[in-house]
């Protein structure tokens, strides 16, 4: 199938409005303004600028502001602001779309591209590939892990925020210049694990239209970039993925997907897209469960339930050994980490070791229940965090009235809104929305968990095997619902 041909294969596919393929629906046949929208140049720097400017806020403010969380910009707008469009917006219903428009990769990738917009082909750094044995989540695991063992640090004093933002920025420039294409989001990425696990949970995706098309394709420009012989047949010049995957091939999880659109540029053939689909479609995707994703659901669940405890349980010891209470901190960073590192593992492994026993054979491995039966926590996991955050968002999110006239905390008053009070919202309904919110997890994680069991056991196997699974995750369920309602 030469260029021609290929070429005219998927305009007969653009032109049928709207693309249907199965429950899905295709945005950028659905919205012409999205679609226009996504092969500018400028349409990912437009994204970027604005936040950049208030992360610039960010660290200025928490260096240098007044070192009361409450009254500095960089408190409010991180952990409460920010947060809550991410954990409760988002990655629920946007997949990875704040990496499209994070600022913390912006200045490495700009320099590393040599070009705020315009596609170059040549750019700057040494663009060593990452070392093979570290490519996985393994580090930005144990980079998440470390930030949430001193949250209750980092949330509440500005300096550290700041420096922290500040750190990120810098890693990701020296990786930038090292290192190809955005390394540091793909392998290092604090953040970017925990997006990547729970964008499987959103209903869009980016993916290929048509799969002959791509394997026609002698340009693999998704993958590797655009080429003056690929601009000849199409497409506006694009850069290969940033974060290593490979769209054309058969991608098939939003897991490292940035929703950065490069690839739709790229395509000379206008055959990748961006899908409507039902929620959770990629959790029962099998290609993709591996052991890191497994620790990165116990990391999140385990933190969303170890964080309900710390920060907003009755227990005042705990929260003073929390924020570096003297010789507590060490017996606070034993029970946290032991927690998430053996005591959920562990559990979770004995879990999967009775399901096993009670599908009643021994083709299936143990390591491969292990890992497979993880995937059934990211529902509970991603509406356990919803719940906790707004147990502490609708309480505090009356301080960025105040903190947008006043970020340092110097006594300005920018907007005239300096003197806004204080306002808990709705501080009695908190708990009326928490148990829905469990309750829809529960019943998704258990969906999800029964479709993995049908996907590693034979059909009659897995009916028996998803009793312990259901108790399981009802017994997660529980341990939520017991630390809100009191």
Not at 158 to 183: C, D
Not at 284 to 307: H, N, P, Q, T
Request: with cysteine; hydrophobic share 50%; glycine share 10%.
């Amino acid at each position: 199938m030469d260029d021609e041909a290929v070429g005219a294969k998927v305009t007969r596919v653009a032109e049928t409005k709207p693309v249907k393929i199965g429950w899905k629906r295709d945005l950028l046949q659905l919205a012409p303004f999205l679609r226009w929208l996504v092969f500018q140049r400028w349409f990912q720097f437009t994204l970027i600028v604005p936040n950049l400017l208030a992360f610039t806020i960010v660290i200025l403010s928490g260096i240098f502001g007044i070192p009361v969380g409450a009254k500095n910009f960089s408190i409010i707008f991180v952990w409460i602001v920010w947060w809550a469009l991410l954990i409760v917006v988002l990655v629920p219903f946007g997949a990875r779309v704040w990496c499209a428009m994070c600022p913390i990769p912006a200045f490495g990738e700009w320099l590393q591209r040599k070009s705020f917009v315009s596609f170059v082909s040549q750019g700057l750094g040494l663009g060593k590939r990452w070392p093979r044995q570290l490519r996985n989540l393994w580090l930005a695991n144990f980079g998440f892990l470390t930030i949430a063992l001193f949250s209750p640090i980092v949330t509440t004093r500005p300096v550290v925020t700041g420096f922290l933002l500040l750190g990120l920025m810098a890693v990701a420039v020296v990786m930038h210049l090292v290192f190809e294409r955005r390394a540091f989001c793909r392998y290092l990425c604090p953040v970017g694990g925990f997006l990547g696990l729970y964008s499987m949970a959103a209903p869009v995706e980016l993916r290929r239209i048509d799969a002959e098309v791509c394997r026609q394709c002698r340009f693999k420009s998704c993958y590797r970039g655009s080429t003056p012989e690929s601009l000849k047949v199409g497409g506006i010049g694009g850069y290969g993925c940033p974060n290593f995957e490979f769209p054309g091939g058969g991608m098939e999880r939003n897991t490292y997907c940035l929703l950065c659109t490069e690839c739709v540029k790229a395509c000379p053939y206008g055959n990748i897209t961006i899908n409507l689909r039902p929620f959770g479609t990629d959790l029962l995707v099998e290609k993709g469960w591996k052991l890191d994703e497994a620790f990165k659901a116990f990391i999140m669940l385990g933190s969303a339930i170890l964080y309900s405890i710390i920060m907003i349980g009755p227990w005042g010891t705990l929260k003073s050994w929390a924020n570096l209470g003297g010789w507590g901190f060490l017996g606070y960073a034993g029970m946290f980490l032991g927690s998430i590192l053996v005591l959920a593992p562990g559990l979770h492994l004995g879990m999967s070791a009775l399901v096993r026993k009670i599908a009643g054979t021994r083709s299936v491995p143990l390591s491969e229940v292990f890992v497979n039966t993880s995937y059934a926590l990211v529902p509970l996991g991603l509406f356990g965090w919803i719940a906790f955050s707004l147990a502490f968002v609708l309480p505090n999110i009356s301080y960025a009235v105040s903190v947008l006239s006043d970020p340092f905390g110097w006594g300005w008053d920018l907007f005239g809104t300096k003197s806004y009070p204080w306002t808990p919202y709705a501080p009695g309904i908190v708990p009326y929305l928490q148990v829905p919110l469990l309750l829809v997890g529960l019943a998704w994680s258990v969906f999800v968990g029964t479709g993995i069991l049908h996907k590693t056991f034979e059909e009659a196997q897995a009916r028996k095997a998803s009793v312990p699974l259901t108790a399981y995750l009802i017994g997660g369920t529980l341990v939520f619902l017991a630390l809100y309602l009191g």
